[in-house]
């Protein structure tokens, strides 16, 4: 069956790096691209980067962007997020997610979509705190 498990959230302070990674199974991977999204409580989950299939193209939320690097290592079906100088406001629930292509392309509203994506993983708490 599809498993997206995501690794790697925690506690870390203001101004510090964290390191987040979703190791998934059960599907193509390669014929999918991958993105990140995070929640906190009462809110709808937000886009926060996603890549390419083969990981050629990567797109970022403004809020992020400079940041927060996305990578995938498509031998080892993993999608990574690198984040640093981490801010209190960056503290939510981040989710990995798979967006199925089907013909080769896709549209960057189609990325920053949460209902575009087909797979979830279950989510890994990151907290920015002093």
């Known amino acids: 069956q599809v498993q997206l498990v995501e690794s790697g959230g925690g506690l870390v302070q203001p101004g510090g790096s964290l390191r987040v990674s979703c190791a998934t199974s059960?599907?193509?991977?390669?014929?999918?691209?991958m993105g990140w999204f995070r929640q906190t409580a009462g809110k709808e989950r937000e886009f926060v980067a996603a890549?390419?299939?083969?990981?050629?193209?990567?797109h970022y939320a403004d809020s992020v962007k400079g940041r927060f690097t996305i990578s995938r290592d498509n031998a080892k079906n993993t999608v990574s997020l690198q984040m640093s100088r981490l801010e209190p406001e960056d503290t939510a629930v981040y989710f990995c997610?798979?967006?199925?292509?089907?013909?080769?392309?896709?549209?960057?509203?189609?990325?920053?979509?949460?209902?575009?994506?087909?797979?979830w993983g279950q989510g890994t708490q990151v907290t920015v705190s002093s």
């Open positions: 997610g798979a967006m199925e292509v089907f013909d080769g392309t896709y549209t960057l509203t189609e990325a920053s979509n949460p209902r575009r994506y087909s797979y």
């Open positions: 059960g599907f193509t991977f390669g014929t999918y691209a």
């Open positions: 890549i390419s299939m083969k990981g050629g193209a990567t």
